[in-house]
Each structure stands twice: as C-alpha cells, then as structure tokens.
C-alpha cells in the first residue's frame, strides 16, 4: 500500500468482519469488475463523468476502457485520482467514484450542485463523490459508511481542499440501487459533512472542508 493509501480496516466493522478500503489502483481490474455489476457494468463509472450525451452513444467496451486507464488498476505505484475498492476480507465488495468536480460533465450539466450557489465549477481544490456501489449479496450492511469514509481519505491524500457529495433522501423507502448510486445521506453526515442545500425534494448537497 502506497503513502497516499485510505486503509479503514482498522476503523470500519461490517456485519461479517473488518472492512479495508484502498486507493482504485491498489485494486485488480477483476475485482473492480466483480463489484460492477448490472446496470453498474454497464455504465463504468462513465455517465457522471462523460455526461448523457457522449456516455449513451458510446459502446460499454469503450466505457470500460476509459474507466481502466482512469483506475490503473493493477499498477499501485501509479497515480490514482478516481475512485476507491472496499475489501470485506479478500472479497471485492465496493467501489466509490472520487475526482475533482469539475471533471464530471453530468454534474456540470445538472441543477443539483449549482441551485443557488456562486461555485467555480472549475475549481480544482473541490473534488466530489459521484457514485457510490455496494455489489449485490453485501447491500444492506452498512458498507456505503466506510466507502464514502475512504473516499474521504483519498481525496484529502490527494490534495483536495473541499469534498462534496449530492446524496439521495429515502425517507424510509425502498431504493433501487441504481437510484441511489448517489449514496443515501447517513453516510455522509458519519463523515463529517454539513448540509449545504437542498436543490430537489430528493437530492442534498453536502459539504466537507479537509
């Protein structure tokens, strides 16, 4: 594990035992594959990033490999910005997209994190948590609370001055997860962040100063 590495083993308990997250390109590229699975292996971690347009015309083996020269997965002397893998023992079981704001076209697009708000959205000292998975068989344990913690970690490693994130509000509902691939608020507020707005009925903006 590099200087730069989130390790949260130590710090997070699931509901099967000690949780570790860590920097994307300390990670296989199979494993991150094992956690993106359904409507996740089909998107890569590249709608938010690549924004509607260019992420719906282009064929999901392009996505994939935008989404492996980003993670560098395999290569942990390499430099990674964009993203964290959760470990629940050797099992693959998480993967939470963190980069600068301004590199996520779907969020520069969006209402969300702008509704009355005076941001730079080319601000390169804000990074933002952009999606947060949980792989099918672990969900409903907990374990978006040390992802967005890692995420946390990761960014401040790498230099970040502010995070945000735009999670959902479930009131109490079922959420499919491809809804909530934005993480739901309780992980958020763990981790220090503060509420900044409320854009939508559904959708928060929050905030956290590293």
Known sequence: MNAASPDVAG?????????????????????????????AHRCQCQRVRLGDHDWWHMPQEARASILAAETQC?????????????????????????????????????PVPWN????????????????????PGFRHEGLTYPLVAGAVEHARAQGARVIEGYPMLTGGAKITWDELHVGPVGPFVAA??????RPTKRRVVMRLAL
Do not use: H, K
Not at 12 to 38: C, F, M
Not at 192 to 197: A, C, Q
């Open 11 to 39: 710090d997070a308990r699931g509901e099967r035992g000690a949780i570790r997250v860590v920097p994307a390109n300390e990670a296989t590229w199979d494993e991150l594959q094992t956690v993106l699975t359904g409507a």
């Open 74 to 110: 395999g290569d942990p002397r390499a430099e990674s910005t964009i993203g964290v893998v959760a470990y629940l023992g050797d099992e693959p079981v998480g993967w939470c997209a963190v980069d600068r704001r301004g590199v996520y076209g779907r969020l520069r697009g969006s």
């Open 116 to 135: 009355g708000r005076a941001e730079d959205p080319d601000d390169p000292d804000v990074w933002a948590i952009a999606c947060v998975i949980v792989r």
């Open 192 to 197: 220090g962040f503060e509420e900044v707005s």
